[in-house]
């Protein structure tokens, strides 16, 4: 969700505290755990495929839900 909301490996990582590394091979092993890409790699910057939207906004929606439920 970082990487999306920023468009940004660099940007998700400091914000979640963690390395570019990581927030990569995390990405990279979701995208081969449900055989689809998620995301467009260009220089400094990412955007999300289709698939890639169709997936953020259900995992917004998920997480409002969720929300919702500690009210």
């Given at each position: 969700?970082?990487?999306?909301?920023?468009?940004?490996?660099?940007?998700?990582?400091?914000?979640?505290?963690?390395?570019?590394?990581?927030?990569?091979?995390?990405?990279?092993?979701?995208?081969?755990?449900i055989s689809c890409s998620?995301?467009?790699?260009?220089?400094?910057?990412?955007?999300?495929?289709?698939?890639?939207?169709?997936?953020?906004?259900?995992?917004?929606q998920a997480l409002d839900?969720?929300?919702?439920?500690?009210?």
């Amino acid at each position: 969700m970082a990487v999306a909301e920023n468009c940004s490996f660099t940007k998700a990582a400091s914000q979640l505290c963690l390395t570019v590394s990581a927030i990569r091979q995390t990405v990279k092993k979701l995208e081969a755990r449900i055989s689809c890409s998620l995301l467009l790699r260009a220089v400094h910057q990412v955007t999300l495929t289709a698939a890639g939207e169709n997936l953020f906004s259900h995992g917004e929606q998920a997480l409002d839900t969720l929300a919702q439920g500690l009210q």
